[in-house]
DNA sequence: GTGGCGGTCGATACAGTGTATCGAGCGATA
DNA sequence: TATCGCTCGATACACTGTATCGACCGCCAC
């Protein structure tokens, strides 16, 4: 896909290169029987089902085509590249991110509750669409969503004494969270997808990757990943995942006083 | 790759799938003017070779095998599938992040210290080699010097005193700060790539991510993001990366005392 | 020395990918 | 009614990872 140069890099249109710019072609003029109708809404819909079914590696121009009972081509009217099919589909993720009008019910919260609450619905929406992470530290996101995720991101730490009022710093305290979120639901969710694939659940894990593990340890050159693998309680994800971020709020509130 | 499931599925080989408890197929028997000597080590010299020039798209098994002037099947007799290949390039840019034997004329440091050591290496590995982020949060990495980097991580933090002796905190810390470099590379070096295909280095950039961003906050939706954008010092990629590490050495601070 | 065997190499093949090109067919306009 | 212009999708191209398998060649037994 970014292989081959794309069409945009060969001739230069005048703008409107970013897919957030350009406007989606009118609803079609209705020939016979309608071919199909088609929006960038039913494509990335289509893209979605079938990641969320088989990975990333599901989606296919081809395959999201057929699920839409159309010609492959016809998606490039809507979309220059895969690739921004992609960009597509991880701002309708972060659409489903977007934490609840900070006005509702939840009145403004402390900001490190505020961050809490972004980073579990980051998660569970990681959850829900394994494929993700996998996006999370691509080609930047840009989209009306993802950008409504940042400013929501900011907006909480905004509401931190320490903060307020200077851009800086604010700047840095979303970027080290919002890395720490990348970081860990990549780690998670790929470590979740291999243990799903590489053994069947757990049968070929014990065959290979357990017993590698355990020859490894056994040489002694590693003692303290050996006691952390052996002695130490394991916590699930979701603990791991929460106790890291208490870490980084720790350090955020370090920075803040 | 990934599509097709792999040799390993079908065939139920006793052990030995993970490629680092596989020994590597010993020297060729020298047939007649040596037809091309190859080891695990050429293949991945090649691979790197092509991934720092192309970035990892231009990592293919027929590109490989063409610097190497051998059949593209040959590959095979050292490696099962790309995707090991990819985790033996991993592996190589972890033998160069290793950080120095702790004994030598660095005395044992301060822990803080020597996560920012290990913290500035990584990155120094990423910058080198612009593909190793995408494949930091990737499928799990076993391989030698992942281990050794990891046992090195754990070795630093253990020296912290809060820290020694509790394998469920030494682990949590240690999650969260690969969490964080992960997320911050992989983000930074994703813009960074960006920045330089998108636009030719500055011009399309200008002519299309610019005036779409300046529309989106000009609309007054996204005050923050416009403070943040527009009043803000913009710092260098390294002095962000490291503030963000200071909070996150912050954090593990304050989880320390 | 010679015959056979076993293992290795790589040509060929297959199913799939993203996307450029372009002919056909249709709706709206003149 | 004739024409223009646009849209759709069939076809094509270059490329991917990898399974299969025939040919070849060095080694070993005789």
Known sequence: MTTRQS??????EPAATLIWARPEPPARRAPQPQPQPLSR????GAALELADADGLEGVSIRRVAAVLEVGPM????????????????????????????????????????GLRLIA?????????????PELLGGRPHLGPHA????????SVLNSAPGLAGRPAALRR???????????????ELAQRQADRTEGRSEEQWRDAVSPY?????????????????????????????????????????????
């Open 41 to 44: 809404a039913l494509i990335v």
């Open 147 to 154: 950008l409504a995720a940042l400013e929501a991101r900011l």
């Open 74 to 113: 016809r998606l490039y009217g809507y979309v220059d590249t895969k690739d921004e099919l992609l960009d597509l589909m991880a701002d309708a993720v972060y659409a489903e991110i977007t934490p609840p009008a900070p006005t509702a019910d939840h009145p403004t919260q402390d900001w490190q509750a």
């Open 173 to 187: 305290a979303a970027a080290a969270f919002h890395a720490y979120l990348v970081g860990a639901l990549r780690t």
């Open 7 to 12: 069409k945009a890099e060969a001739e230069a």
């Open 213 to 257: 593990l355990r020859q490894v340890l056994e040489a002694g050159r590693h003692p303290l990943l050996a006691e952390v693998i052996g002695k130490a309680e394991h916590p699930t994800p979701g603990e791991e995942f929460e106790a890291g971020l208490e870490i980084v709020l720790n350090g955020i509130a370090a920075q803040v006083s």
């Open 120 to 132: 579990g619905l980051t998660r569970r929406a990681a959850l829900r669409h394994e494929w993700f």
